[in-house]
């Protein structure tokens, strides 16, 4: 068994079950007849693009966008009016005036898995993300809930 064949194996895993840590997935793997290690399955997951989503392994296509603008009803999305992408793990919203600092603050409250953090001027908010899938799933996630178009679409 080579190791193109574990990865297959290990986003199976992934797609069929909760897995939160690697000492779970190592398991799994263990079930299904792998010797693996946990420093492997950390190459793995690094090879595979796997995240975490709510606490749980998941594969970049799996990850599901909660995109109502009520789950999150107290964040000021009125206030935003353009998002633009500033390299792999950062974005760029362009707000009302003197609107920033409360996006931004609303942001860092809500937790939103993948946001590492906001600065803030009057009218620009800049978002870290955690990894470049992270900066994809929040900037759909901002769109929707902003109501903004995405221009790379049109």
Not at 11 to 33: D, F, I, N
Request: hydrophobic letters at 45%; one cysteine or more.
């Amino acid at each position: 068994m080579n190791r193109q064949h574990r990865l297959a194996q290990l986003k199976r895993l992934v797609a069929q079950g909760s897995y939160r840590t690697q000492g779970e997935l190592v398991l799994a793997l263990h079930g299904a007849g792998w010797e693996v290690t946990q420093a492997s399955i950390s190459r793995d997951i690094k090879t595979l693009g796997l995240e975490k989503v709510d606490g749980v392994y998941v594969a970049p296509a799996e990850i599901k966008l909660d995109v109502r603008p009520d789950a999150d009803i107290s964040l000021p999305w009125g206030h935003i009016r353009s998002l633009v992408s500033a390299g792999d793990t950062m974005l760029v919203l362009r707000t009302e005036i003197a609107t920033a600092q409360q996006v931004a603050a609303a942001l860092d409250a809500a937790g939103w898995d993948g946001v590492a953090g906001t600065i803030a001027g009057d009218d620009t908010v800049f978002l870290a993300t955690t990894s470049r899938l992270a900066s994809e799933v929040v900037s759909q996630r901002l769109r929707a809930c902003a109501g903004l178009v995405d221009r790379r679409r049109n």
